[in-house]
DNA sequence: AAATTATACAAGATATAACTTGTACTGTCA
DNA sequence: TGACAGTACAAGTTATATCTTGTATAATTT
């Protein structure tokens, strides 16, 4: 496999970053990545195996394994919510007024 | 129309809250119903007729009452950016651990 | 090296979110 | 009263999120 230098990953997007609706499409993926992110380090923290989570939510693991890697990346509030529920956790959402230079339009913590 | 005493609503939901699962639906139900709100809230705020944000969105004035009065009420987390981007917002997404009483497992701000 | 464990890949089926068009309702104002 | 503005209702179609099963991979353990 090639390998693939940041400073050149870096340089490549902003380039393309010119094109404002790339950069916008790219920010919503990126929201999606981190949410999918969250959700795995969420369940590791509870120690939890995708299998287990599969049994609480009614699912399969492979489905969990789906959201995790963001290969179901656009979730619905219910399903959000629902995974919520088996990890433990509520959801707090809040819209506030977009940052000038509006990096990251989704912001998971 | 008959009227309802909000009294007998929330002994009414009291009793039927001893249905664990009944209680959460319920839960989930006022989170969506919330987050709409919220959505109109936002769209007023800026001034917005439906017919305008449908514009900005693509999409039809129809599509905006449908979220609005809670029709649609699975958002997509694609939608839910969508909205908020059209309206001047960032979203924030947060997994606080569930509260004891967990009377909201989705709170909007 | 064989078995086990945890996760990911792939190709589907089905349920439903996203969207449409047409129309009806509810003010408000001339 | 009637015209218009803003929103909601209703019944669709289409795109896609949800979920399935089967298998593959990669890392440990025996």
Partial sequence: MKKVKLENVNKDLKEKFKDKEFKRLYEVECAKVALAQKIAELRQDSNLRQIDLAKRLGTS???ISQIETGEEKNLTISTLIKIAECLGR???ISFPKQSKKHTH???VT
Same sequence: chains 1, 2.
């Fill in 90 to 92: 509520d959801i707090n």
């Fill in 105 to 107: 339009c989704l912001k």
């Fill in 61 to 63: 693991q492979q489905f």
